[in-house]
């Protein structure tokens, strides 16, 4: 198993454009999560899906979209990118809700 | 989902136990203590969690107090790869999953 895999590792954009975080898993996991982590601080929750078909939002929803169209993918979409965004991003998948998440190694993203 | 409290900051020797302390004096009954770490900027990763029992796996052991509003994670014989953010959440069986900014603890060789 490959476990958690998020494209791209890095990626800078320019103010106002848009762009798609990719996170993918072959676990077979019903939950997915997305998080941010700004420098020197805790994770924070952005959306999350307890299946296909199925979002929520997290702590800090705004300015981001998901979709849950397949077990196996969580896409994570910057509508107009700020730099208030600038963050790490981190997907996560777990079995059940008795279990621990799996992390993805991050994507570092830059808005200027 | 319940709040915790951790300190900021704790140094251990290496080869001596590590207890990282966590307060969730408002946790509900059906809410897991979870614990993750994180080394260096790599994504987190699950340690342990549990409800009421105490819990022990190969990485660590997770003491809860009887009326389970805090809880003790222990390394028990530290290494300097155990230099990490110790993450400590409580959550229900369900679907949010916050993190807090957790215990920074330094492994002195």
């Known amino acids: 198993n490959a476990g958690v895999t998020q494209t791209p590792k890095f990626q800078v954009l320019k103010t106002g454009q848009s762009m798609t975080l990719q996170c993918a898993q072959d676990?077979?996991?019903?939950?997915m999560s997305w998080y941010r982590q700004d420098p020197g601080m805790g994770l924070r929750l952005i959306h999350y899906?307890?299946?296909?078909?199925?979002?929520d939002q997290g702590e800090v929803p705004n300015g981001y979209n998901v979709s849950r169209s397949t077990t196996e993918d969580f896409p994570l979409r910057l509508l107009s990118a700020a730099p208030s965004q600038t963050s790490v991003y981190f997907c996560?998948?777990?079995?059940?809700?008795?279990?621990?998440?799996?992390f993805g190694s991050g994507t570092r993203l830059t808005v200027v | 989902d319940a709040k915790t409290t951790q300190p900021p900051s704790m140094d251990c020797a290496e080869g001596r136990a590590a207890n990282l302390p966590c307060n969730h004096s408002t946790i509900s009954g059906n809410e897991y203590v979870y614990w993750y770490r994180q080394i260096h900027s790599q994504g987190p990763q699950y340690i342990i969690h549990g409800l009421k029992n105490n819990e022990t796996n190969e990485m660590a052991s997770l003491i809860i107090t009887e009326d389970r509003k805090s809880s003790t994670l222990i390394l028990p014989h530290a290494t300097l790869r155990d230099t990490a953010v110790y993450y400590c959440?409580?959550?229900?069986?369900?679907?949010?999953?916050?993190f807090g900014t957790g215990t920074s603890l330094t492994v002195i060789p």
């Open positions: 676990m077979n996991h019903e939950y």
């Open positions: 899906s307890v299946g296909a078909g199925i979002t």
């Open positions: 959440i409580v959550s229900l069986t369900g679907n949010q999953f916050y």
């Open positions: 996560a998948s777990r079995k059940t809700s008795n279990y621990g998440y799996t």
